[in-house]
């Protein structure tokens, strides 16, 4: 079941829809209005029977759908960053509070979180800029897009000294591995290839043959090996899921070089991260499917939307987010005690979430309506303790 909630307000006599829906079957609407106590003068919330009230705060409301138990947090952003113009397609954000991000004008900026002041116009890539990220430094960011390039990006300067070429279709996703001396990217050419940043050079084709790549991430993997090639650092022990268009998931050991195995579901496959020794990968029909990074056992499924999944990032504390096509931004557990919550990160209205972005402190969601939420986690993670 979801819930959704337009918008919170503290006025006096205003009031707010608020709908709950179980998967295939139509929206009921309630509405949640505020009216004035008068003797103290304070804004009280009211609600049907069909919700109760758990808490509220300045940026968030709890409230409780009573038939099924499902508890849900509505918090919303602390800022709406408008540093593009057009619709953003993906953000990233450095712990040093500087983020990089790309929207459909082909614009790649270098932007500060706390001013909102652009920084840096990076200009190179030929086309739109599917994904950006930084490596761990904060300093280098790379960024992968339709001209089928991965492109390496001083975040200070804004000098481009290394242009990753190889792939015959557009870039769909890249990760980093560690420090970031080495990193994979993804296509839809059906290419995984492992790149060494120092000779701008391609080590190896890790996935291949299976049609258009539509996301990856990285893990450590408990089976270590002892990789030869002195170009590549610290791939002994990682492991490469990627996501297919073809409804496709495949394990990779990226220093064997071996498939680990594979799993297929009914849909094309969106968005994909590892929570943990979990894989969550994200699919266009809504659903979230939760595999076993070991041996690839379909832990269990989430289907809680139809509206396809754009985007995901792992936070800490076993959560992750989501961003769909609707607008929907959610922060889910995969520790079964927290089943039944869900906090909503709010202000997207219907506009779809491109792209998600964590630092440990702050959660951005990259929207297609042209700005880019910032969220506080302190406000997320205490609904999950």
């Not at 990259?366 to 910032?374: F, H, N, Q, T, V």
């Amino acid at each position: 079941m979801t819930q959704g909630i337009s918008i919170f307000t503290r006025l006096p006599n205003d009031e707010v829809w608020i709908s709950a829906k179980y998967l295939n079957t139509n929206s009921v609407h309630d509405k949640v209005w505020t009216t004035l106590n008068k003797s103290d003068k304070k804004v009280k919330i009211n609600l049907s029977e069909a919700y109760q009230f758990v808490s509220q705060s300045n940026l968030c409301l709890v409230l409780k759908h009573t038939e099924s138990g499902l508890k849900v947090a509505f918090v919303a952003a602390t800022k709406a960053h408008n540093v593009h113009k057009k619709a953003v397609l993906s953000v990233a954000l450095a712990e040093n509070a500087l983020a990089v991000s790309s929207c459909e004008g082909d614009k790649l900026l270098v932007w500060d979180t706390r001013t909102n002041e652009a920084l840096l116009d990076l200009d190179g890539h030929g086309g739109p800029i599917y994904k950006c990220r930084f490596f761990p430094s904060g300093i280098v960011v790379i960024s992968a897009g339709a001209d089928g390039s991965c492109r390496i990006w001083s975040a200070e300067s804004g000098i481009n000294p290394v242009t990753l070429q190889g792939h015959t279709m557009s870039v769909s996703d890249v990760c980093i591995v560690e420090k970031g001396r080495n990193v994979i990217s993804v296509s839809r050419d059906g290419f995984a290839k492992l790149w060494d940043i120092g000779e701008s050079k391609c080590l190896g084709d890790l996935i291949e043959g299976h049609g258009p790549i539509n996301c990856c991430a990285i893990a450590v993997s408990t089976d270590e090996v002892e990789v030869e090639n002195e170009r590549e650092i610290a791939t002994g022990n990682k492991v490469l899921v990627v996501g297919c268009e073809n409804g496709l998931i495949i394990c990779t050991h990226v220093g064997k070089r071996q498939e680990l195995f594979r799993k297929e579901v009914a849909s094309a496959c969106n968005a994909c991260t590892v929570v943990d020794q979990t894989i969550v990968m994200g699919c266009e029909d809504g659903r979230l499917v939760l595999l076993n990074l070991q041996d690839g056992t379909i832990i269990k499924e989430i289907h809680e939307s139809a509206s396809p999944l754009f985007c995901m990032a792992t936070l800490t504390n076993h959560l992750f987010v989501i961003g769909r096509q609707d607008g929907n931004c959610v922060v889910i557990s995969i520790k079964d005690e927290f089943a039944a919550v869900r906090v909503q990160l709010t202000g997207s209205d219907c506009d779809g979430i491109r792209d998600l972005a964590f630092n440990g402190k702050w959660i951005l969601a990259a929207c297609r309506d042209s700005y880019i939420r910032k969220y506080d986690f302190n406000q997320v993670s205490v609904h999950f303790k």
